[in-house]
């Protein structure tokens, strides 16, 4: 263990921290890798016109018109504002919802809070849902799926893709030129 890891006490102690901090919070929110959704509650007398909600590219404004605003600030990153909507559903106890979900532009980042002057949550602990290989990009699924072919072809003792290749161009290079002798050669 290096010297500036935390003890199981320290991480506890910070973990327990940062539970405190985001309980105290007047909203609750939860994140997925490319979304981020908010949500507190309102009287439930209270109509989409009795509420402000402005979201913008990088800034986002929540509350009951003519009161302090609930969540009011700068967001970390950009969002989409085409893809962001905010709905006012009822709850069980008689009040309402106010839900707000914003579309990550970078959909590869987690968010440490959700405007910059809210308390931070270490974004190393977040534990991802799985995902389907359908959910990833052209490039990025290529990518992985030849890494798990790879990773494959290594457990039953089997060239990798690359090195497959590189056998393939010395065998066709070996048929143009069979006056030479490889017998010796050794690739790597």
Do not use: C
Not at 113 to 138: C, M, R
């Amino acid at each position: 263990m290096a010297d500036n890891d935390p003890t199981p006490e320290q991480e506890a102690a910070a973990r327990a921290q940062e539970a405190q901090e985001q309980a105290a919070l007047p909203y609750k929110w939860n994140q997925t890798i490319g979304e981020l959704d908010i949500s507190f509650n309102v009287p439930g007398n209270l109509k989409g016109r009795d509420l402000v909600v402005e979201i913008k590219k990088q800034k986002l404004k929540a509350g009951v018109k003519g009161q302090e605003p609930i969540i009011d600030g700068d967001l970390p990153h950009a969002i989409s504002t085409e893809e962001s909507t905010w709905t006012l559903t009822p709850a069980p106890d008689g009040t309402k919802t106010l839900e707000i979900h914003l579309d990550k532009i970078n959909k590869m980042e987690w968010w440490a809070h959700v405007v910059t002057t809210a308390p931070k949550i270490d974004v190393t602990k977040i534990q991802p849902e799985n995902s389907k290989l359908s959910d990833l990009d052209g490039e990025t699924r290529g990518m992985v799926e030849k890494m798990m072919y790879d990773q494959r072809q290594k457990e039953m003792g089997l060239p990798s893709s690359d090195e497959q290749k590189k056998a393939d161009i010395l065998k066709k290079f070996q048929s143009q030129h069979p006056e030479l002798d490889f017998s010796n050669a050794k690739v790597t």
